[in-house]
């Protein structure tokens, strides 16, 4: 984005504070500005866009309001390269094992540069919506059930390297109800001139989706600024 259109164009680090009608399109506000567009991709994730969207049209507040989210610990550990990792992706974990951790990436087998030469680092994920409670662990608790799930599931037990993220609300939850609530959202923001929405929570939530609803959005941005509106 930056290389099309400009690196004064693209300001990262700047959260949207509100979304308003504006006469020709929107206005987006920003780190104190007041941006004036045609056309506004609404890319952030549902908790966020119902804050943004909520006063455009209630609505469409409720509707993004009311997607479950569910919350998700990502423990990283690393260590040498000498214990084996099997080759692979990793691996999804099914509840009746008995084990905690919901899944397993081997991320320095599937990308470039996430460890040093000679060490390894798998992501671990815990929680979900079967056990919100996981979030209140505390980073030792957490750390001591990805290294149990570790040794349980691949027969590792030394690690170097180990860190926390919480995330409170990661993954929308596409409840049975999900699919007429989307078509009453995009109903929606039909009627809203120069809004355009994109996300996981629209078709589903997988890289292959999410970046498949920017692709949508292109086209309907597209289209609404080569028909002159
Ligand atoms: C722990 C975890 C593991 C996953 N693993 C996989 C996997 O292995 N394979 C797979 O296919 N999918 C996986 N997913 C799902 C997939 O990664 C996500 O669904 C997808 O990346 C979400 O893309 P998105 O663009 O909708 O949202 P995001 O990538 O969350 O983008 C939303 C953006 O909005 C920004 N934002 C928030 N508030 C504001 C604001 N006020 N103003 C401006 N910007 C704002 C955020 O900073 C963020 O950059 C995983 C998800 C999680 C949470």
Redesign the pocket.
């Given at each position: 984005m930056a290389r099309r259109i400009g690196e004064t164009g693209v300001r990262t680090g700047?959260?949207?504070?509100a979304i308003e009608r504006a006469e020709n399109g929107l206005t987006v506000r920003?780190g104190g500005e007041a941006i004036a567009a045609r056309c506004v991709v609404c890319?952030?994730?549902p908790p966020?866009a119902a804050k943004?969207l909520g006063p455009l049209n209630a609505g469409m507040g409720d509707i993004l309001a009311g997607i479950p989210m569910a919350p998700?610990a990502?423990v990283h550990l690393g260590g040498d390269a000498t214990q084996n990792v099997p080759p692979g992706f990793g691996a999804l974990i099914p509840r009746h094992y008995g084990i905690r951790t919901l899944g397993t990436?081997f991320v320095s087998q599937l990308f470039p540069g996430r460890a040093p030469e000679g060490h390894f680092v798998n992501t671990a994920?815990i929680g979900g919506t079967l056990d919100p409670e996981a979030m209140k662990l505390s980073d030792d608790e957490l750390l001591a059930v990805a290294r149990a799930d570790q040794a349980k599931i691949l027969g590792i037990r030394d690690f170097d390297f180990a860190d926390i993220l919480r995330?409170t609300h990661?993954?929308?939850q596409l409840v049975p109800d999900h699919p007429e609530k989307i078509d009453d959202l995009r109903a929606r923001a039909a009627k809203i001139h120069g809004l355009v929405l994109?996300?996981?929570?629209l078709t589903g939530?997988?890289?292959?989706h999410?970046v498949g609803?920017?692709y949508t959005a292109a086209d309907g941005a597209f289209n609404l600024t080569a028909a002159g509106n």
């Open positions: 700047t959260p949207v504070d920003a890319a952030v994730p966020v943004l998700v990502v990436v994920f995330y990661a993954i929308p994109a996300g996981n929570y939530v997988g890289i292959d999410a609803s920017g």
